[in-house]
Each structure stands twice: as structure tokens, then as C-alpha cells.
């Protein structure tokens, strides 16, 4: 595809549900990204996946949160138990790893916990 | 962990004035990135600077990576209404060839036509 695609972009759950927000990035892209961003607030760095290296987790807010890259393309962040706080945009970027390389993002997911 | 702070958080300006936002690292950055998120859109790339003290332009923006590359500053020029938007710096660091980008605060730009 052209560019960064995540599904669903919109997401509305009940409190206490698992949730699968999934994100398909550039073709060839090795570097993928996830953030978080609240109504009105800046880019909450959760996650990054490069190649075949282990993922630098050291963003996840809790142990509820968990994300796997699949082949090293395809990936999809699980938020088990939803709390309303989760209530958000989720962003996913890919880069190629190189430096430089600007981070393209997809359109986002809003997920909204009732 | 790594820091990178904006200020200010938001701007008002008449359509015609200057806009700064500034950029600080708590850590040396291996290079830095601005973005600009439209209202109700994603972030889109605008630019990086990789050597200390480098200036970019592009129109009436201008960029600057500061001397020990920890701080940064974006500068609009004349600003117009299509200038809307929240413009995010991302420091980026390496580590064992891999590249991470830790994202600013933010500055959310509103410009009054």
C-alpha cells in the first residue's frame, strides 16, 4: 500500500473488554512504531519494533498493554481489560532504519471506553 | 528516561506575526525531527537536522539544531492561516545501529486571520 494503514479507526469498547488495534506499514519498512495521544496532548511513546531485535517496551503503561510484530510487518497492540483512561488516539509510524528516515504515520485508531 | 520538552504549549497569533517554538533534550541527540499535525490529522514530516548548529529553511519556516544538540527551534515567518496546527520536534537517538524518536510536548499554533 502507499502508506501506513491501521484498522479499525474507530473503536468504541465497554470497560473491562479486550481490545486489538491493528497497523499494516510501509512496505519494507523495518522500524515500526506505536504511540498514544490524548484529546489535545502531545505523542505518548509506547512501543518500537526494528527488524528482528527485541521491541523496546519500555513505554507500555501496564502490564495490560502488549503488542507483537508478526513476520516483521504486520502488527497488532492488544489493551487487555480496558480502563477509560485508554480512551484515545493510537498511532502507528514505520521508518526505514535508517537515520533520517522520517517516520510515516497512519491515520490512527480512536478508541473510546465507555 | 529521555525528555524532550516544548515551549509554549499553545500560541495565538494574528495571521501576518512570527511564531517560535522551542525544543529541549534532556539527553544529546543523535538528530532531530519536526512534524505538524493538522487538526483531526496525523503527524507529517517536515524536516531533519543531523549537524550541530545546522539551519534549514524551507519558504517562511526556519529550523535550528542547536550547537550541543539538545535544544532545537522551529520559526515561521509571517505566519497564515494554513499555518494551523500542533508542530512536534522528535529527538532521535542511537543505540546499537537502531533509531528511536522520542516525541516534544508539542506546540499547538492557532493564528487568527
Known amino acids: 500500500g502507499a502508506g501506513v494503514s491501521q484498522s479499525p479507526s474507530n473503536k468504541v469498547t465497554e470497560k473491562g473488554k479486550d481490545v486489538e488495534l491493528r497497523c499494516d506499514p510501509i512496505?519494507?519498512?523495518?522500524?515500526l512504531y506505536w504511540y498514544r495521544q490524548s484529546l489535545g496532548q502531545g505523542l505518548e511513546f509506547l512501543i518500537y519494533?526494528?527488524?528482528?531485535?527485541?521491541?523496546?517496551k519500555s513505554g507500555l503503561p501496564s502490564d495490560r498493554f502488549s503488542a507483537e510484530r508478526t513476520g516483521g510487518s504486520v502488527s497488532t497492540l492488544t489493551i487487555q481489560r480496558t480502563q477509560q483512561e485508554d480512551s484515545a488516539v493510537y498511532l502507528c509510524?514505520?521508518?526505514?532504519?535508517?537515520?533520517?528516515?522520517?517516520?510515516?504515520f497512519g491515520n490512527g485508531t480512536r478508541l473510546a471506553v465507555t | 528516561g529521555q525528555q524532550v520538552m516544548q515551549i509554549p504549549q499553545y500560541q495565538h497569533v494574528q495571521e501576518g506575526e512570527d511564531f517560535t517554538t522551542y525544543c529541549n533534550s534532556s539527553?544529546?541527540?543523535?538528530?532531530i525531527q519536526w512534524y505538524k499535525q493538522r487538526p483531526g490529522g496525523h503527524p507529517v514530516f517536515l524536516i531533519q537536522?543531523?549537524?550541530?548548529?545546522e539551519v534549514k529553511k524551507q519558504k517562511r519556516l526556519t529550523f535550528q539544531f542547536g550547537e550541543a544538540k539538545k535544544n532545537s527551534s522551529l520559526h515561521i515567518t509571517a505566519t497564515q492561516t494554513t499555518d494551523v496546527g500542533t508542530y512536534f520536534c522528535?529527538?532521535?537517538?542511537?543505540?546499537?545501529?537502531?533509531?528511536?524518536?522520542?516525541f516534544g510536548t508539542g506546540t499547538r499554533l492557532k493564528v487568527l486571520a
Open positions: 537536522l543531523v549537524k550541530s548548529g
Open positions: 512496505s519494507g519498512h523495518t522500524a
Open positions: 522528535a529527538g532521535g537517538t542511537t543505540t546499537s545501529g537502531t533509531y528511536k524518536y522520542i
Open positions: 519494533f526494528q527488524g528482528n531485535s527485541a521491541p523496546d
Open positions: 509510524a514505520s521508518s526505514l532504519n535508517r537515520e533520517g528516515s522520517p517516520l510515516h
Open positions: 539527553t544529546t541527540l543523535s538528530n
